[in-house]
């Protein structure tokens, strides 16, 4: 119609973003494969009390529902996990730890110039991923030490028919997390190397022993 104003072209509505995943979940994720880090043969009978105490602090805050404070102890026990001085954890549980990087700027990142939505796929699909390698070798490590895994066996094998024939999707992680509660209660609590107690001075040493 001659002298009508211009119509903005019709846009698709924006996609809705996915509901972010309950605290509690996302704290298990990681608490009970960090669990069975801390009880691999690696550490020849007992981890170091620097490693097995942030571990218990987490713990306690998520059964106390202080998944903020549990998540923070689980990033105290991931940068512990990288430093040189512990024994090579075996994959996958390298997955978890997490080392101090430099700082970077942001256009360093090969997917910053990524559109959102695509961004976020990757960064969901990577999370799966992860989650499917710590099961893996969760269930491995738990069916080599006696413990029942016919059911979480069953349960990974889903998650991982799930991811393939559709993504990263809410089911995926639903059959995870399940498996992660399943495993928990089953599993031994870590138990850390007594501390030795510091030597007296030579000066000391000779005092007492006169």
């Known amino acids: 119609m001659p002298g009508a104003p211009n119509r903005p072209p019709d846009q698709a509505p924006a996609p809705t973003p996915p509901a972010p995943d309950p605290p509690d979940r996302r704290v298990l994720r990681r608490l009970v494969p960090s669990q069975v880090t801390l009880l691999l043969d690696v550490w020849k009978g007992a981890p170091s009390p620097d ?9 306690s805050a998520f059964a106390a529902s202080d998944f903020p404070g549990a998540t923070a102890q689980l990033d105290v026990l991931s940068v512990r996990f990288a430093e040189p001085r512990w024994p090579t954890i075996p994959e996958p549980f390298r997955l978890l730890r997490v080392s101090i990087p430099p700082p970077m700027p942001p ?25 499917i390698a710590l099961a893996d070798g969760c269930v491995a490590w738990a069916a080599q030490h006696g413990i029942a895994t016919h059911d979480l066996s069953s349960a990974l094998d889903g998650a991982r028919a799930e991811l393939a024939r559709g993504g990263s999707t809410a089911a995926v992680h639903e059959r995870i997390d399940g498996l992660w509660s399943s495993l928990r209660p089953r599993l031994p609590r870590p138990k850390s190397v007594a501390a030795r107690p510091p030597s007296a001075p030579a000066g000391e040493a000779g005092a007492e022993e006169a």
């Open 51 to 59: 490693l097995v105490n942030p571990f218990e602090k987490a713990e």
């Open 107 to 131: 256009s360093w990142d090969p997917d910053h110039a990524l559109p959102p939505p695509e961004k976020e796929a990757r960064r969901a699909r990577k999370e799966a991923d992860v989650q």
